[in-house]
């Protein structure tokens, strides 16, 4: 089954925009959940969310967890082509990270 | 301070041959996790394992599949008598075993892509 599902899963924007993606997740009480780049290589670390309601920044990345509601999203604003990549979201679970299939995010110029 | 190294980068075996996949972890990190990517999938987890210890398998194939994390050397996941759809990208992940500064992450190998011909 999914436990961490991803939308959209796919988006193509203009550069300059700013998109949202989102991450729904149906385990509880787990450790914590983290947000991923992933161009033509491997996963690049990008945030770590435990707590609900307060949000990390990264210059013009974002992210923000609610645990009430189970979910997170991830932000970007004044989007670049370098932002073009797969996004990907996991859940640090007993152990195990389950991770969503990703939001292959596509920035035109 | 060196990544989470993998090699070989890329593999090709033919139907029936083994593969044997190999994972460095960063500097300081004792606990290796193996996910395999398959096209149009995301990552899905295989095993977690820590120094000459399998913690969790529960996400590797019962059968062909294997893998170890000696007290020496890299960690190896090993396929016998490879097939087809065992062609994918495996990436190798390694973690601190305690909360550092609140942090906790994996920080991924480049992957090793392998093609079943």
């Keep these: ?109 | 301070n060196a990544g989470v190294m993998q090699n070989p980068r890329h593999l090709v075996r033919r139907r029936g041959q083994e593969a044997r996949l190999r994972c460095s972890p960063m500097k300081g990190h004792s606990h290796v996790y193996w996910y395999r990517q398959l096209p149009e999938e995301g990552l899905k987890f295989m095993v977690y394992l820590q120094k000459e210890n399998i913690i969790d398998e529960s996400g590797m194939p019962k059968e062909r599949f294997s893998a170890e994390f000696p007290k020496e050397g890299p960690s190896i996941l090993r396929i016998q008598q490879v097939v087809r759809g065992d062609s994918a990208a495996y990436f190798c992940a390694s973690s601190l075993t305690l909360m550092r500064g609140g942090r906790y992450e994996q920080y991924f190998g480049p992957g090793t892509r392998l093609t079943v011909t």
């Design chain 1, 1 to 109: 089954e999914d436990k961490v599902v991803q939308s959209p899963l796919s988006l193509v924007v203009h550069e300059g925009d700013t998109v949202t993606l989102n991450c729904s997740y149906e385990v509880t009480n787990f450790r914590s959940l983290l947000w991923y780049k992933q161009e033509k290589k491997a996963p690049t670390f990008l945030f770590m969310l435990t707590s609900s309601g307060i949000e990390k920044k990264s210059g013009r990345l974002s992210s923000i967890l609610d645990k009430k509601e189970l979910f997170s999203i991830l932000n970007i604003t004044a989007t670049q082509t370098g932002d073009s990549a797969i996004y990907l979201c996991a859940v640090d679970f007993r152990n195990q990270f389950y991770f969503g299939t990703g939001t292959s995010l596509t920035v035109i110029p």
